[in-house]
Nanobody
Framework: QVQLVESGGGLVQAGGSLRLSCAAS????????MGWFRQAPGKEREFVAA????????SYEDSVKGRFTISRDNAKNTLYLQMNSLKPEDTAVYYC???????????????????WGQGTQVTVSS
């Protein structure tokens, strides 16, 4: 089974930037679309961004469009999320996961919805 390890979170002031990484084990990384999700305290986990297996297609949740950029490096089995112009409402634990397509990931239809890594905490102060 693939293992996903998120990193790069931290405490940042509003307007600041962070770059998250998701390192995946196993040989199948490049065969799947990948996505970022987040869960704020007291709220359900929500979709943030997704990218196709070759990086050619991306999708973003409306509130992060123009501020976040998802990318991937298949040679390094790593997924990234560049987050700029951060807002306090972006505060959450961020997770990565995989699916068969960008569209299915955006609909939270994941390859294994029962598996999640430990996530990385992002805290944006006002």
């Amino acid at each position: 089974q693939v293992q996903l390890v998120e990193s790069g979170g931290g405490l940042v002031q509003a307007g600041g930037s962070l770059r998250l990484s998701c390192a995946a084990s196993g040989r199948a990384f490049s065969a799947y679309a990948m996505g970022w999700f987040r869960q704020a305290p007291g709220k359900e986990r929500e979709f943030v961004a997704a990218i196709s297996w070759n990086g050619g297609t991306t999708s973003y949740e409306d509130s992060v469009k123009g501020r976040f950029t998802i990318s991937r490096d298949n040679a390094k089995n790593t997924l990234y999320l560049q987050m700029n112009s951060l807002k306090p409402e972006d505060t959450a634990v961020y997770y990565c996961n995989r699916g068969l397509s960008v569209q299915r990931i955006a609909a939270l239809m994941l390859e294994n919805a029962d598996y999640w890594g430990q996530g990385t905490q992002v805290t944006v102060s006002s």
